[in-house]
């Protein structure tokens, strides 16, 4: 019985070796076909297959399709996304970049929304707040929020998250969401 392999990782996902490394390991070993299956990418299918035809390995061109959404979402995307929020970046200033730069909507709000599914599941019970305000402030934070292409949730988190790394302002500086962020934070306005 003649053994071959299908299942294969590059250094184009999580694997160690190149793809030409790959072959020349399955010519040493004698298999005679082979497949490199990286992780939701296909870059490393076509040095490998010119590569192996050379060497004389049928290659067989695979790709493994994780189920985990973000993993099938453009992960650049996502990492710049939560590298701009390390930044104290608010998701709309975020957002109005990526949109500014040709990103699809549909995409962005697909990363944004994984991005809080994650932090969601990864968080306890301990993390979840329950605030009760009023209807004008309600009003006040949905048309804020449509304003900036969120929805409520996202846009009380955002500002949550901004309060964490807030410079400092005075009272007349601030809108509405900067003094909703005051209320959440344990700064004390006036003279000391």
Not at 66 to 80: E, G, H, R
Request: some cysteine.
């Amino acid at each position: 019985m003649t053994k071959i392999d299908l299942h294969i990782h590059s250094n184009h996902s999580d694997g160690d070796f190149s793809p030409k490394q790959l072959v020349d390991f399955v010519l040493e070993k004698g298999i005679p076909a082979m497949s490199i299956t990286d992780h939701d990418t296909a870059t490393a299918n076509h040095e490998a297959e010119s590569y192996a035809k050379d060497k004389g390995i049928e290659y067989i061109p695979g790709i493994e399709i994780t189920k985990n959404k973000i993993n099938m979402i453009n992960k650049q995307l996502v990492d710049f996304i939560l590298e701009a929020r390390k930044r104290g970046f608010s998701d709309f200033e975020i957002k109005k970049v990526l949109i500014d730069n040709k990103w699809e909507e549909r995409i962005i709000d697909e990363a944004f929304k994984e991005i809080n599914l994650t932090n969601l599941k990864k968080s306890n019970i301990k993390n979840q707040v329950c605030i009760f305000i009023s209807d004008d402030i309600l009003s006040v934070l949905e048309k804020r929020a449509k304003k900036n292409l969120m929805n409520l949730e996202e846009q009380i988190q955002d500002i949550l998250r901004r309060s964490c790394v807030r410079k400092k302002t005075t009272i007349q500086q601030e809108k509405i969401d900067d003094l909703l962020v005051s209320c959440f934070s344990r700064q004390r306005k006036g003279k000391k």
